[in-house]
């Protein structure tokens, strides 16, 4: 899964830079620092784990000016595959920052997404 955040990501045009750890200085904006969690959300009677809950947060960070249009496309893109999110602004001394959280469970055998009700 970390590879595919980290390829929608890299695909939004307007952002510098794209890390799976927050860096020691964030110097280059804007830029998107990330982190996956996985956890089982359904087994087989063989014990296999069938379907698997995914949560990624994605913080988005840039100098000055909206974050609107590059937290637009990351979501718009995540939805297309059908992750569904939730965004919060959390503005800093010297930059702008907004956290995504996007969620949805993975069918392992058909690779589709889905939300669990």
Request: proline fraction near 3%.
């Amino acid at each position: 899964m970390s590879r595919d955040v980290n390829s929608i990501l890299n695909s939004v045009s307007e952002l510098k830079d794209v890390e799976p750890n927050y860096p020691d200085e964030i110097t280059v904006f804007p830029m998107a620092v990330y982190s996956t969690v996985r956890k089982t959300f359904n087994r087989n009677a063989d014990n296999e784990e069938t379907d698997t809950s995914w949560t990624v947060t994605i913080d988005v960070f840039k100098q000055q000016g909206s974050l609107t249009a590059i937290v637009d496309e990351i979501t718009a893109k995540f939805a297309n595959i059908g992750f569904v999110a939730t965004v919060q602004q959390a503005n800093q001394a010297g930059f702008n920052r907004s956290i995504i959280t996007l969620t949805g469970v993975i069918d392992n055998t058909s690779r589709r997404v889905y939300q669990a009700h």
